[in-house]
């Protein structure tokens, strides 16, 4: 069950991840009227995508894994045979 957190976090990456996708949708409406502006606005999104993958999809993938790891340790030491 993933904790209120791990919930925040990834309502947060979807938000981020909506937003970015709106504004590339403004920018490509505008084409080449805003060629600068939408250069500077894209290197912005680049570090928009870095810190989401570190700093909230990183942990998140983190805590997953943990889980499964958790997981699959508990089935191996379960006896079938009995």
Avoid: K, W
């Amino acid at each position: 069950m993933p904790s209120s957190g791990q919930v925040l976090n990834a309502s947060i990456a979807n938000v981020v991840f909506y937003l970015r996708c709106q504004v590339e949708r403004v920018l490509t409406t505008f084409g080449a009227a805003a060629a600068l502006p939408a250069a500077n606005i894209a290197e912005s999104l680049a570090e928009v995508d870095r810190m989401t993958s570190t700093q909230i999809l990183g942990p998140l993938m983190t805590a997953i894994g943990d889980t499964i790891e958790s997981i699959l340790l508990t089935m191996h030491e379960e006896n079938f045979g009995v």
